[in-house]
Every structure is written in structure tokens, then in C-alpha cells.
């Protein structure tokens, strides 16, 4: 059924507004005027009209966030599970959601499958709410009579995803916070406290430290210059931002992360973890394993990696095992291809790459945390030392004023 935006007016002369779902507009007037409302306005509200509604990206006001779309995936696999007829289960997720944007987009994926649409082809109308590997699994597990399932691995999926996002996020937040301040603490010391020391500096009439006359240059040129200063940062960011997400920058700035002292193995961990958590997933749900690949290639986020899978599917076209081609290209750690051999000898594929995920989760965790612990101290030495050099600039020439009174 469609929804319907609606204002009324209540018997107190109260405005009310909201959605309704019915088969018409005349039905949807019918049921507000059954609860006392007399409608002042309606019309159909559709996904197209909602504008920005397909959005997955989290933490904008009104748009659709990957937890979202995970508790109404374990949500509907719960209804189907309980052999609740699939256009029912989505008419109880329709009425039970207050998120706007997610009323109207499910409602627009009833009234495609009512209509004969499945869920896979309704939910592809939605991507960027329901992505490739989502609409592919649901596919199969229409195909499979397992949908229930699928669905239920769909939410461990997306919750595992959000986990390890908000754990890079919080992570890196409190470091982020500690660079803003000291950034600001720094501009408010060389535009405001030295300029107002400069001229005593000029009453002394004596050569300054180095030390000093670089303090001043740099506090001279932030006041005089800070516009020149600000369009080289914004120029110098979106210059590298346009670049490192160019088809030429994207893999020299990937393979330049993997290659890092510090930041390469995190990197390179967390891609394993997305090929093995998301393999594990659609080939446990009956996706063929070539087209497993194929989306699983697009989730790692690196470039390098991806292409390194690419050539493991045409190799595995060619009637090779996943394992070799993987190993040749150096781009994932022995422990992983052993166990991705172990588990196609045995045949538990699937089982072999959750493990995986599972194990490379924890030390990605486990070494976020490290470089949290490590990045404060470092910062806080850096500081220090920032902070040092102005105190020295500053009071050694004041010391040579009071030693020569």
C-alpha cells in the first residue's frame, strides 16, 4: 500500500501531522477521519520525494545509518522465520518504524513485492540504502528457500561492520580532539600573546636569539599572510582528497598505506577482515563463489588487494583453487592463505573464512588500541616540545632585559 503525508486538524483545533498507509488517497482520508482528524493536506509520499531518504550514511539528521538498516534486517528475519507471508512481514515493519526516511523506503519495497517484484529486485531499487553484497544475498536465499537465514547473516554482517567502523572512529577521535586544540592553542599564541611582545623585543636594541626571530617571522606572516596560508591548506587538501581517489592516485595512496611502518599491517588487517567476514557470509548463504568474489573485491577498500582478488577469480575461472592465486600476489599473510587451503581440502570454505574474521577482528582491535595508547604520549611529547621552543623565544630575551636592569 502507499504512504500517504498527511495534516489535519484535531476536534481541539490541535495541527497533527504524519504518514498513513492505505490503498487510496480517499481510504487514507477515510481512516484520519476515524480518528477524529479532519485532513487539511495529504498526497503520496514516495522514496523519489524524500529526497535524501536512500542515504546510508550515519549520524545526518533524517538519514538512514547502517545500524538502521541492521536491526530492520534481524527484525525481518525474525517475522519471516515465525512463516509470517513476506508482504505482511514488511506491512509490520512499515507500521512499527519512527524513523520517516526508513517508513518510506519500506514501504516502497511492499508495495514493489505485492506488486510481484521480489525482495532482492525491490531492494536493488534502493542502493544506497541496500548495497550490492545485500541484494545478492537475498537473491540467493529467495532461490534457496533459506531467506530467514540469509537475513539473519545479513544483520551479524552489517552489525560487524558498524563494530569495526566505530572502533576506528573512537579510536582515532581522542587524538583528532588533542591536534584540534593544540592547532588553536598555537594560532591564538602566534596572532595574539607575541605580536603584543614584539615591541618590547624592539626596545632592546640588542640582537635577538634565532630562536626569537623565527617566533616573530612565523607570528608576522600568520597575521599578514593567515589568507594565503588558509587557500594553500584547502587547495594542498582537496588537491590530495581528488587525487588519492583518482584511478591513477587511489593505488600508489593504497599501496603506500599497506607499505606503512605502523599503519600498514592495521591496513591490511582490516581488509582481510572485510574479504574473509564477507566471503564467509555470502558463501554460507548459497552465493556462487565467483560472484562472492566479485563483491567481496569491491568491500576491502584497497586497491591493491582488490586487484590481487581479481586475478584469483580469473584464476579460479581457469579451474585453480582461491589459495595459490592469493599467495602469488603477496598482498595477504601466510597464516590466511593456510587456512583458506584448509578449509577448501575440507570443505568448510565458509567456516575456515569466519574464523578468520573473527581472529583478524581482534587483532585489529588489539592494535587500535596500541596505537591509541601510543599516539597520546607521542602527541604529548610533540607539544611539549612546541611549547618549549616559544617559552625559550620568549623569556630568554626577557631575562637579558632584567639582567640589564
Do not use: C
Not at 614584539?198 to 635577538?208: A, G, I, L, R, W
Not at 558463501?283 to 586475478?311: C, D, F
Amino acid at each position: 500500500m502507499p504512504l500517504y503525508e498527511y495534516r489535519a486538524l484535531s476536534a481541539d483545533g490541535k495541527n497533527h501531522k504524519g504518514t498513513v498507509d492505505s490503498e487510496s488517497i480517499k481510504s487514507a482520508r477515510q481512516k484520519l477521519k476515524k480518528q477524529g482528524l479532519m485532513v487539511t493536506a495529504i498526497s503520496e509520499k514516495t522514496t523519489k520525494s524524500a529526497g535524501s531518504s536512500s542515504s546510508s550514511v550515519p549520524f545526518m539528521g533524517g538519514k538512514i545509518a547502517v545500524k538502521d538498516v541492521a536491526l530492520m534486517t534481524r527484525q525481518l528475519a525474525s517475522l519471516v522465520k515465525a512463516n509470517i507471508p513476506l508482504v505482511e512481514a514488511l506491512n509490520a515493519l512499515v507500521e512499527q518504524t519512527d524513523h520517516p526516511q526508513m517508513k518510506v523506503m519500506l514501504a516502497g519495497v511492499r508495495q514493489d513485492v505485492n506488486e510481484g517484484l521480489s525482495l532482492a529486485k525491490a531492494t536493488a531499487k534502493h542502493p544506497k540504502v541496500f548495497d550490492t553484497i545485500f541484494v545478492n544475498m537475498i537473491e540467493a536465499g529467495e532461490s534457496s528457500g533459506t531467506l530467514s537465514l540469509v537475513l539473519l547473516k545479513l544483520a551479524d554482517l552489517k552489525e560487524a561492520q558498524m563494530r569495526l567502523r566505530q572502533k576506528i572512529s573512537s579510536a582515532m577521535m581522542y587524538p583528532a580532539l588533542m591536534m584540534a586544540v593544540a592547532v588553536l592553542l598555537l594560532v591564538a599564541i602566534f596572532t595574539f600573546v607575541i605580536p603584543k611582545l614584539v615591541t618590547v623585543f624592539d626596545s632592546m636594541n640588542k640582537p635577538m636569539p634565532i630562536q626569537t626571530k623565527v617566533l616573530i617571522f612565523v607570528s608576522d606572516a600568520l597575521i599578514n599572510y593567515w589568507y594565503i596560508f588558509l587557500t594553500i591548506t584547502v587547495l594542498s587538501v582537496m588537491g590530495f582528497t581528488r587525487y588519492i581517489a583518482s584511478p591513477t592516485g587511489k593505488p600508489k595512496w593504497d599501496l603506500f598505506q599497506l607499505k606503512a611502518p605502523v599503519f600498514g599491517p592495521v591496513v591490511r588487517m582490516i581488509a582481510v577482515t572485510r574479504f574473509a567476514s564477507t566471503m564467509s557470509t555470502l558463501l554460507g548463504s548459497g552465493v556462487p563463489i565467483l560472484t562472492a568474489m566479485s563483491i567481496s573485491k569491491n568491500l576491502v577498500g584497497n586497491a591493491p588487494i582488490a586487484q590481487a582478488i581479481e586475478t584469483a577469480k580469473s584464476n579460479i575461472t581457469e579451474g585453480q583453487s582461491i589459495a595459490e592465486p592469493l599467495k602469488r600476489s603477496g598482498m595477504f599473510p601466510p597464516l590466511v592463505i593456510h587456512m583458506i587451503a584448509i578449509g577448501e581440502k575440507t570443505g568448510e570454505l565458509p567456516d575456515m573464512l569466519r574464523n578468520i574474521a573473527d581472529t583478524y577482528e581482534e587483532q585489529v582491535n588489539a592494535r587500535i588500541e596500541g596505537m591509541t595508547s601510543l599516539l597520546e604520549p607521542i602527541m604529548i611529547i610533540g607539544m611539549g616540545g612546541v611549547v618549549a621552543f616559544i617559552v625559550l623565544s620568549i623569556f630568554v630575551p626577557l631575562l637579558e632585559i632584567s639582567n640589564l636592569g
